[in-house]
């Protein structure tokens, strides 16, 4: 017989509302109520109490005698959820309450069911576009889209719907803060905006003097972001048991580095010479240098370069060994810091018992956000690694860095997300190479969005401006939203749109005052503000 497991959350019971807990992506220790469920599986969350529809499909990623660990496969939407009410299901041949089972000797509920998870349950994270560009006159939302974009690709909302969306200034349900809120709690998102002094050294990577003021290599924005999300995709792809492994290892790691540092404990190369660690940032372990060595800034120590010494079958004795198991062909000073490391960690790890942690292998997607990108130099900022941000570049195509050497490639769960404002550069102009790689999303204004007492001005102004410059260069709806009463609008027309209008009409004066007629700003109320030549 085949059957479709429902768990059941009353969010209103003792457990307390779990949603959020859920919609981070996992929930441990989930009562299993008397039904069997296996390792792998999928099941429905139907939540009821005051919602009383099915939300969530999760799978199960621990079985224990009592519960199970879940993971989040996918949160339905608004639209979904309607379908999956427990109205829906009634009218559909549910014939009892919340059951623990859709069994297919209930034969219309069965197909009722399966035929909802057939056409509206996607693969999560299934968007093939990966680098969206927000362009359009100030004020249209760019800002305020670009989370909502995020939040529906995590949604798995399909592109079609995403870019209708979008492009439309559509307000929706489904859009909900949480999402894009728990991104960045999991740190899966970087912002930055570009500008003309922004060069690769910052986007990628380059030498840059410390808090110390000496000079040392460090990543950029984009490098670490892509990083983070390239380990993430080889990190899906290994076992559970693999991946647990190395996260205890790594946190072993820091707690290692963390107690050298709390108790100022030296280590002591085979010569006989002392040194300290420092810090453990970003993956690298910087530490000192003795007071023999003719190197004054000290030394670091990637951490995959200790994972391949620590991994390695190769013997661990001399700095001819860590040259080998490194490939670099040469013995370099710092090998011999790399090799007492090495050992004291080994002693520090088999005589410190630690608990280990749980964690999943859930692939997740990562986002960098580039505000006002056609303000810098694109050639100058990307480099090489214009050809590798292409959908079909990605996980393959790969480059030596210039100034790391290491080899790079670009994943393919991290999504590029940029803005541009229309009116600062014509899209005809800007750098074909970004123009070629990008999907160009307009956004125009939305008059719905206006608030009533506004309106008339604002489509007035919209068909001036439209007719005498070009409709990339109308006035969005933010200047003319939660505008209250005439003393709002008359605050927003004389401090926000007629200086615009002013760079907008620049030279051409007969249009300009055109405009000012339109706009009708009330002398009385500003007395003195406007000029009379």
């Known amino acids: 017989m085949n059957k479709i497991a429902v768990l059941t959350h009353n969010p209103k019971g003792k457990w307390g509302d779990v949603r959020p807990q859920i919609e981070q992506g996992s929930y441990e220790k989930w009562g299993k109520g008397g039904i069997s469920l296996e390792l792998g599986q999928q099941v429905l969350i139907y939540i009821s109490k005051g919602v009383n529809q099915i939300k ?14 879940l993971k989040l496969i996918k949160k339905f939407n608004e639209s979904e959820s309607k379908l ?44 093939q576009t990966k680098n969206i560009m927000l362009y359009g006159a100030p004020g249209v939302g760019k800002t305020h889209n670009y989370k909502r974009l995020i939040s529906m690709i995590e949604n798995s909302d399909d592109e079609k719907t995403i870019f209708d969306t979008i492009s439309k200034n559509e307000t929706t349900e489904e859009f909900n803060n949480i999402i894009f809120e728990t991104i960045k709690k999991d740190k899966r998102i970087e912002f ?3 500008h003309q002094s922004y060069s690769y050294e910052d986007f990628i990577e380059g030498f840059r003097p410390n808090k110390d003021g000496n000079i040392e290599l460090e990543d950029g924005v984009f490098k670490i972001i892509s990083d983070k999300a390239k380990n993430n995709l080889e990190n899906s792809q290994k076992s559970l048991k693999t991946l647990e492994e190395e996260f205890n290892l790594l946190k072993k790691f820091k707690n290692y580095v963390n107690y050298k540092i709390e108790n100022s404990e030296k280590l002591t190369l085979q010569r006989g010479e002392e040194f300290f660690l420092n810090k453990f940032e970003n993956d690298i372990l910087y530490f000192n240098a003795s007071s023999k060595s003719n190197i004054n800034d000290g030394f670091n120590l990637k951490y995959r370069d200790f994972i391949s010494i620590y991994y390695s079958l190769v013997t661990k004795r001399t700095l001819q060994d860590i040259s080998t198991i490194l490939g670099t062909n040469s013995i370099q000073q710092k090998y011999a810091y790399y090799l007492q490391i090495y050992h004291d960690f080994k002693n520090y790890h088999l005589n410190k018992k630690e608990d280990r ?58 999504y590029i997300i940029a803005t541009m404002n229309s009116t600062d550069k014509s899209i005809a102009t800007i750098d074909i190479a970004l123009r070629r790689r990008f999907t160009f999303l307009k956004m125009k204004p939305n008059i719905d969005l206006v608030s009533n007492i506004a309106k008339e001005l604002f489509t007035k102004l919209n068909e001036h401006i439209t007719k005498t410059i070009n409709e990339d260069y109308q006035l969005g709806h933010s200047y003319f939203m939660n505008i209250n009463n005439e ?47």
């Open 357 to 414: 942690e749980k964690i999943n292998n859930e692939q997740k997607n990562f986002y960098i956000v580039i505000d006002e990108i056609n303000r810098g130099n694109i050639s100058k900022i990307f480099g090489e690694l214009i050809t590798l941000i292409e959908e079909d570049k990605r996980d393959s195509y790969e480059v030596t860095l210039p100034y790391s050497k290491e080899r790079f490639k670009i994943p393919s769960n991290l």
């Open 56 to 69: 969530y499909i999760m799978e199960v990623s621990s079985v224990y005698e009592d519960s199970v660990d």
């Open 192 to 194: 930055v905006t570009f």
């Open 487 to 533: 003393e709002d609008l008359e605050f927003i027309k004389k401090y926000k749109i007629q200086p615009l209008l002013e760079e907008y009409f620049y030279g051409d004066v007969d249009n300009y005052n055109e405009a000012l007629k339109i706009l009708d700003i009330k002398e009385k109320e500003f007395k003195g503000l406007i000029s009379n030549e």
């Open 84 to 127: 999956l009410s427990f109205e829906k299901l009634k009218q559909n041949g549910l014939k009892t309450g919340t059951v623990n089972y859709i069994l297919d000797n209930n034969e219309s509920l069965f197909k009722y069911v399966i035929s909802i998870l057939n056409n509206k349950v996607k693969k999560k994270n299934i968007i």
